[in-house]
């Protein structure tokens, strides 16, 4: 079976490796005991969870009150993590989804991985809504279901209710795309266990054999969930944006920010790709499957989405200055320059400008400048909607109102608390499951292995030099 | 699974192997039980006059369940069971309704088909399916015939494996 590959592309499978090789490789880390790297990991992440989840008993205990919000900045750090959580969420699906349906097979070295930092990152988001209302023991009200309470039923027309539906399908969707693309690999890691690991990777394969139907239907499902998928997550970012948009705060009412968000979603979950998969390929030395081009192709989608960003912040401020609305111009005015002018700047630096370095390809072929700016445009999104939330608020209408905010120990731990929860549930996984798409892996392997690779273009070289012209002819007659 | 079945079958270290050989099954109407890989191979459903999968006409099903299900339910609580001015729009806001009907179309959708997909595939949570050879997960291509459809001509199935190529050939009862 021939397969067509533009000659132009770079290998994404390096080191020659066999069927059997990328098996071996890709389960190792299932398979040995954990490195000391790993525990040490483990440890701190595991800290950082139960430092966070004493804050959140710690709050659920207190009342809100144990936060520094007060009656003008209502939303700070909660509000604040929650975008921020549910944006870096949002690039496990476009990879494995926008980029499946547009055929780009780099995808396969990382979308396995960015999966699984999509379903923590969400888990990490979600809790922010749920204690964020104080009384976590009814959070249960946000869902419409018939009840004793007359029944009554939640707002239908709240885009806060919109969001409980968004995050909770993209969700579920996303832990449904992600296990049936588990699955194979489970049965691959399963034939190779014995004993109690072989008990447990029988239960997650679900009875995998791999029958020729079977993987007809898995990638007829895999395609329609990807299919499905797009316009899922491209919504739930629109959606939150909703939350400010469809408000009547100057400096939130606007109708740029649905892809405005939409694009700082994708940008941040790039930047999380990188830093996650950098130290992951690193220390499970999975070099040969998430190469330099996979490295390359993301810091271009980080780059594009990053100016796109930064042309939505200067259309803001066009826009602010264009309506001729006091209110408006007050509120641009006032996070450039007011009192919380040092998170305007760094959202400015992080996320406008310091993504323009990867115009240069030296830097975008660069390990250490792309982790080192993977961080950047973490911070830098953080600081965005610490601007957008706060500094807003922090200048309302009333300037007798008018009121700072900077977070408690409580808050503050629990962001570390889900920083916790987001690193311990990818520890887990890194060693529970293999981290790269094996079967997907060993599919593009004749397409995309080097050794394939420099045979295609050889063989394309030679079909430039010698066309074929035989169908012409053919016709001709 | 049925009891006591038994399955001869040959192993081939290459997909492009295994698709010849299919095709010369095909030829010497051999009838292949089944066909296993470590990944989906293209070009493999046809040989095996494998009809296209619709799973995705389901999914078009039960989307449209979702549809009416968010849909008419809101409709139904803010026009009939609890009308209730918000804003002052109107109790039936259909733009409003439109995000929670799109979130509920993809959510009944994502579900019914993965559920489908496991049910008909017979495969779930704790399922162990027979398992001919467990490197057929890791870089081996098999060729799987009941003996029973054979009318006790193994050795026409025999001659096939050597002359395709078949790196190994075993039976095993089920």
Redesign the interface.
């Known amino acids: 079976m021939s397969v067509v590959v533009s000659p132009i592309r770079e290998p994404l499978i390096r080191g020659s490796k066999t069927y059997h090789q990328i098996t071996e490789d890709l389960c190792a880390a299932t398979e040995r005991a954990p490195s000391l790297a790993w525990v040490l990991a483990f440890i701190v992440a595991g800290g950082a969870l139960s430092f966070g989840m004493f804050c959140i008993i710690w709050t659920i205990w207190v009342g809100i009150g144990s936060w520094n919000l007060n009656r003008t900045i209502g939303w700070g750090w909660d509000i604040t993590n929650f975008v921020w959580w549910i944006g870096i969420g949002h690039a496990g699906t476009l990879i494995s989804a926008i980029l499946l349906l547009f055929r780009q097979k780099w995808r396969t070295g990382v979308n396995r991985a960015a999966e699984a930092m999509t379903i923590f990152a969400v888990i990490c988001a979600a809790l922010f809504p749920g204690i964020h209302v104080g009384r976590m023991w009814v959070v249960y009200f946000f869902f419409p279901y018939p009840n004793t309470r007359g029944p009554l039923w939640p707002n239908f027309n709240s885009p806060l209710l919109w969001d409980l539906f968004a995050i909770s399908t993209y969700f579920s969707v996303s832990l449904l795309f992600w296990y049936t693309g588990l699955v194979p690999d489970f049965a691959t890691v399963r034939d190779r266990a014995k004993g109690f690991r072989k008990k447990l990777y029988n239960f997650l394969s679900f009875g995998w054999t791999g029958s020729a139907k079977h993987w007809q239907r898995w990638e007829a499902l895999c395609l329609v969930l990807a299919g499905i998928s797009t316009p899922l997550v491209l919504s739930v970012h629109t959606i939150v944006s909703f939350d400010f948009a469809t408000s009547v705060i100057p400096g939130w009412h606007t109708t740029i920010f649905p892809p405005y968000f939409v694009a700082g979603a994708i940008f941040s979950g790039f930047a999380m790709v990188q830093t996650l998969m950098l130290m992951t390929r690193k220390v499970l030395k999975l070099e040969d499957y998430i190469t330099l081009e996979h490295i390359e192709s993301m810091n271009k989608v980080i780059l594009l989405t990053g100016t796109i960003v930064g042309v939505a912040y200067l259309t803001e401020l066009f826009i602010a200055w264009y309506s001729g609305y006091v209110y408006e111009q007050f509120a641009f005015f006032n996070r450039a320059l007011g009192p919380y002018w040092w998170a305007y700047f760094g959202m400015m630096t992080c996320n406008v400008l310091s993504p323009q370095i990867f115009w240069i390809k030296k830097f975008r072929r660069s390990i250490y400048w792309t982790f080192l700016l993977s961080i950047f445009v973490n911070i830098g999104m953080w600081f965005e909607r610490f601007v957008i939330i706060a500094t807003t608020l922090a200048r309302d209408y009333l300037p007798s109102s008018w009121s700072l905010y900077s977070p408690s120990w409580v808050e503050i731990g629990i962001f570390i608390g889900t920083l916790g929860i987001f690193f311990t549930f990818y520890l887990i996984f890194v060693r529970l499951a293999p981290v790269v798409a094996i079967a997907e892996i060993k599919h593009i392997l004749k397409a995309a292995g080097d050794q394939y690779v420099d045979k295609n273009n050889a063989h394309a070289k030679q079909a430039a030099l010698h066309p074929p012209v035989h169908h012409e002819t053919a016709e001709h007659h | 699974m049925s009891s006591h079945k038994e399955v001869i079958y040959g192993l081939y270290n290459d ?2 192997e295994l ?1 010849s050989a299919v095709k010369i099954a095909n030829d010497q109407h051999l009838p292949i039980m ?12 046809g040989l ?1 006059h ?1 009809s ?2 619709r ?2 006409q389901g ?1 078009f099903v039960y ?1 449209f369940i979702g549809l009416l299900t968010g849909f008419l ?2 409709t139904w ?2 026009t009939k ?2 009308p209730i001015i ?2 002052g ?1 109107p109790y039936w ?1 259909v733009p ?2 439109i ?2 009907t ?3 179309t ?2 009944f ?3 019914g ?2 559920i489908t ?2 049910i ?13 050879d ?6 081996k291509f098999c060729i799987a015939f009941n003996k029973a459809s054979l009318d006790g001509n193994t050795g026409k199935v025999n001659d096939f494996f050597r002359s395709t190529g078949a790196a190994e050939v075993n039976t095993k009862v089920f």
């Open positions: 997909e492009e698709l089944d066909v296993y890989s470590p990944f989906p191979v293209h070009g493999l459903d095996l494998l296209e999968s799973l995705h999914g989307g339910g809101m609580i803010f069971d609890w918000i804003g729009k806001a409003a309704f995000p929670i799109f979130e509920m993809v959510l959708a994502a579900w088909m993965t997909f496991y008909i595939c017979g495969m779930g949570p704790g399922v162990t399916n027979p398992v001919l467990e490197r057929i997960s890791d870089d």
